[in-house]
């Protein structure tokens, strides 16, 4: 079965500072990954996807992420933060084996100190 | 483009009663999923619908259950409320077949407390 783990319930940032939210994922084949983010009283937005090819995405924002086969994670990282980014940061898996239904991690709450 | 549109936002409810939540899809999408996040979780799939038909169903009890419209609209309903059923529910679509798998347009949400 498919299952994402964000290990970091809460990250706290200068802003400016750059940032490296973690995400791991257990499946036994490359799966589809995403990152989502849910600003406070919102629906979420697809910040980035790693379908395949090279393992450096970019997103929205100025969000990227690294698919790193060996480790089985997909970290979401940014150079220099800025206050609106307090949010949610939902790491999530799809893949054949869950139908590509994706399934979410717990989350990460961004606070980003002045 | 319209967007992904979920009524009501808020909705109080006592334990025992049913509940209705509506979603519009966005513009061109065909499937529909719904999702439960509880206050500090990440969202859980409740199921999904395609082509008017369930097309996947997560770790919810039948008292859960849905509908597709033609128009791919959605509502998912909540029979005999539990206090445990408060939460944000999420509507997202997506475009089976013709877009990556996996990848969801979310709604804002209808947030339901049951008292």
């Known amino acids: 079965a498919q299952s994402v783990t964000q290990p970091d319930i809460h990250i706290t940032v200068s802003e400016g500072a750059s940032l490296e939210l973690r995400c791991n994922y257990s499946y036994g084949a490359t799966p589809y990954l995403f990152w989502y983010v849910q600003s406070p009283g919102q629906g979420l937005q697809l910040l980035l996807k790693y379908f395949s090819g090279d393992t450096l995405v970019q997103g929205i924002k100025g969000f990227e992420a690294e698919f790193k086969r060996s480790q089985s994670s997909f970290n979401l990282r940014k150079p220099s933060v800025h206050w609106s980014d307090v949010a949610e940061y939902f790491c999530a898996v799809a893949t054949s084996g869950g139908s590509y239904i994706p399934t979410f991690g717990r989350g990460t709450s961004l606070i980003v100190h002045p | 483009e319209t967007g992904v549109t979920q009524s009501p936002t808020h909705l109080i409810k006592t334990r025992g009663q049913q509940v209705t939540l509506r979603c519009s899809s966005q513009?061109?999408?065909?499937?529909v999923s719904w999702y439960q996040q509880a206050l500090g979780q990440g969202p859980q799939f409740i199921f999904q619908?395609?082509?008017?038909?369930?097309?996947g169903r997560g770790n919810f009890p039948p008292r859960f259950s849905g509908l597709q419209f033609p128009n791919y609209s959605s509502e998912l309903n909540v029979n005999a409320l539990e206090l445990d059923d408060s939460a944000l529910y999420l509507c997202?679509?997506?475009?089976?077949?013709?877009?990556?798998?996996?990848?969801?347009?979310f709604g804002e949400g209808s947030r339901l407390t049951v008292l």
């Open positions: 997202a679509s997506s475009s089976f077949g013709r877009a990556p798998p996996g990848e969801l347009f």
């Open positions: 619908y395609y082509r008017e038909e369930e097309n």
């Open positions: 513009s061109g999408h065909n499937t």
